[in-house]
């Protein structure tokens, strides 16, 4: 619940934060000790409780994810929910798809913050998706790659998304169903508050004078955005 607050900051900040630094630390700080000492010494119910707050965690998250309007907490919560779908990952002794996830998940997170900036810029830093729409005629491109990361996070087939989700429902179906299902289901959430904030901001009409007047962002905020849409595929 601290993470709205955390948002304030300039939405570059929030890309590294979320792309990098939040995310990695500890997944990888996890992944590192279990191979490190070995997954033997890792016992049935440790394993458990590991994946069982792992899969809580992308459950709630996932939920908050869909009540929110700022543009910038939709993809906050989004990212504590596949902060989520990594730990259960790693409580299912898949610590190469939590790593899988954590790569590509880094990309395409990176690409929905610094759109999400851009968006929030054109449309003189409004960032209240109830109050912008009609955002793909006036930001092609921009829009364009905002499409494409979420095509990653929600696991479109054949985006790198598609491929580390896969990795870690196939870990959760192998060793235990439950941890599928529940996986399973957040799938199905992230497409939903994910949809809804495609279609609310990039399409339909204006709903506020600064989205009525919004256009295309420089070379300077638009490239860094066609490069982490290759990379984010």
């Not at 995310?23 to 440790?46: C, D, K, N, T």
């Not at 921009?142 to 990361?149: E, P, R």
């Not at 004078?209 to 295309?216: F, K």
């Amino acid at each position: 619940v601290w993470l709205p607050d955390a948002m304030e900051g300039p939405t570059p900040v929030s890309a590294l934060i979320h792309a990098a630094t939040m995310v990695a630390a500890g997944v990888y700080m996890m992944v590192r000790v279990q191979y490190s000492i070995g997954i033997e010494a890792f016992p049935a119910l440790a394993c458990n409780v590991i994946a069982g707050i792992g899969a809580i965690t992308a459950v709630i998250a996932a939920f908050m994810a869909t009540q929110q309007n700022d543009i910038k907490r939709v993809l906050a919560y989004s990212t504590l929910s596949q902060l989520g779908y990594m730990v259960m990952a790693l409580g299912l002794l898949a610590g190469e798809a939590a790593m899988f996830h954590l790569f590509t998940h880094a990309w395409f997170k990176a690409l929905l913050f610094l759109g999400a900036g851009a968006i929030i810029f054109a449309c003189h830093h409004e960032q209240d998706i109830w109050k912008v729409g009609g955002i793909m005629k006036r930001m092609k491109l921009t829009s364009l790659t905002f499409i494409i990361a979420t095509m990653a996070l929600i696991a479109i087939p054949f985006t790198s998304g598609f491929f580390s989700k896969e990795a870690i429902l196939e870990a959760a179906l192998c060793k235990n169903p439950v941890f599928f299902w529940i996986g399973a289901g957040v799938a199905l959430l992230t497409t939903f508050y994910m949809m809804r904030v495609i279609f609310v901001v990039f399409f339909g009409k204006s709903r506020s004078h600064s989205s009525e007047h919004a256009s295309e962002v420089g070379g300077l905020m638009l490239v860094p955005l066609l490069i982490l849409a290759v990379l984010a595929l």
